[in-house]
DNA sequence: CCGATATACCTCGGGGTCGAGGTATTGTCG
DNA sequence: CGACAATACCTCGACCCCGAGGTATATCGG
């Protein structure tokens, strides 16, 4: 998760850490703000499989920064991970804006749109929320305000999100 | 999280491991899937901090049970983190689905519309996805198809939700 | 009566995330 | 000139999650 935006980031222009962090910031971070503890770490992982390598420049502006170059592996990585994104990458909504934030890196409209198609798949399942006992509630039989709310906010985003699904397969099919 | 889930069923009716596991399956399951390895785990933790009792009943159906009661500790942390829900509870939709799910738990409407207050309060900061550089990017800079669709999709979330907690908090205020 | 399935619970190792804390440099304001 | 903020990086322990695997009982079809 972490580790595929830093790819997708890096895929655009080499960053240094500090940099990366406010890229990743404003992608996830008013949702789910992103410590030093974790980030430096994935980075380091990185390094170690060979998916980036950093370069030591002196500092511009206070310390030393380590500039972050996306190797040959971490390119092809990104793609792997683009083309075939986790069920998690789907489903989560969280995720699969990562995934759409990079979903242009792949160079093939097809590939783009099989990744779409897995997402409409997703949102067009029927999802029960709530049980009484054993038994899935309906909308309707909701009676709880806040329950109910739920359900509303979450079927008026499928509906947005469904739409524009649709759309963006129709335009890449043109292409 | 999942602790609070735990206790948010529990607080209804006492369950057994099994039958808890369908309700958290339903409830978030469909998006996030939730492992034996999570669920046990986090029963004991919270046996351990003394917020349910397990009661041994012998199967009815197959194995031995373990029927979970809420404690009165266990209600008042319920009650706790209902009225004061960490940031991460708030901004996350995930999480904040959790939230509303139980938040008829509390009695005092009061409390309820300040819990709306702050989702509404996070909804309408202004949030940018992306930078060009280190310059914010403006909905209608953005070519990239995907990346105009999460703005999209966001925004008609976001419309839909604070449509919705008006209209709930208004409700609340005649209560 | 055998195997499959559903019920029901548990452990363990690997791995990721987090917050708290630490180091060091440069620029800015009073 | 001294304090402070911003830049820039790093470590550590605590904690949580996950998947893989294991155990055991009841029921039902063939």
Same mark, same amino acid.
Request: aromatic share 8%; proline share 6%.
């Given at each position: 998760?972490?580790?595929? &935006?830093?790819?997708? @980031?890096?895929?655009?222009?080499?960053?240094? !850490?500090?940099?990366? +962090? +406010?890229?990743?910031?404003?992608?996830? !971070?008013?949702?789910?703000?992103?410590? #030093?503890?974790?980030?430096?770490?994935?980075?380091?992982?990185? *390094?170690?499989?060979?998916?980036?390598?950093?370069?030591? *420049?002196?500092?511009?502006? &206070?310390?030393? /920064?380590?500039?972050?170059?996306?190797?040959? &592996?971490? +390119? &092809?990585?990104? =793609?792997?991970?683009?083309?075939?994104?986790? #069920?998690? %990458?789907?489903? %989560?909504?969280?995720?699969? =804006?990562? $995934?759409?934030? @990079?979903?242009?890196?792949? #160079?093939?409209?097809?590939?783009?749109?099989?990744?779409?198609?897995?997402?409409?798949?997703?949102?067009?399942?029927?999802?029960? =929320? =709530?049980?009484? !006992?054993? +038994?899935?509630?309906?909308?309707?039989?909701?009676?709880?305000? @806040?329950?109910? !709310? $739920?359900?509303?906010?979450? /079927?008026?985003?499928?509906?947005?999100?469904?739409?524009?699904?649709? #759309?963006?397969?129709?335009?890449?099919?043109?292409?």
């Amino acid at each position: 998760m972490l580790k595929l &935006a830093i790819l997708g @980031f890096l895929y655009d222009r080499p960053l240094h !850490g500090y940099e990366l +962090r +406010r890229h990743l910031v404003a992608l996830t !971070g008013h949702i789910r703000p992103i410590s #030093d503890g974790t980030l430096y770490p994935a980075i380091k992982r990185l *390094e170690a499989d060979g998916l980036l390598t950093r370069e030591t *420049e002196p500092g511009t502006v &206070a310390a030393p /920064r380590h500039t972050l170059h996306l190797t040959p &592996a971490g +390119r &092809a990585a990104l =793609f792997d991970w683009l083309r075939a994104p986790e #069920d998690l %990458d789907i489903s %989560d909504e969280n995720r699969w =804006f990562t $995934v759409l934030a @990079f979903l242009r890196h792949l #160079d093939a409209p097809a590939d783009q749109a099989a990744v779409l198609r897995r997402r409409l798949a997703f949102l067009s399942e029927p999802a029960s =929320f =709530f049980y009484e !006992g054993t +038994r899935p509630l309906r909308a309707e039989d909701i009676t709880d305000p @806040f329950r109910s !709310g $739920v359900l509303l906010v979450a /079927r008026a985003t499928s509906q947005a999100e469904i739409t524009w699904l649709h #759309d963006t397969l129709a335009l890449l099919e043109t292409t």
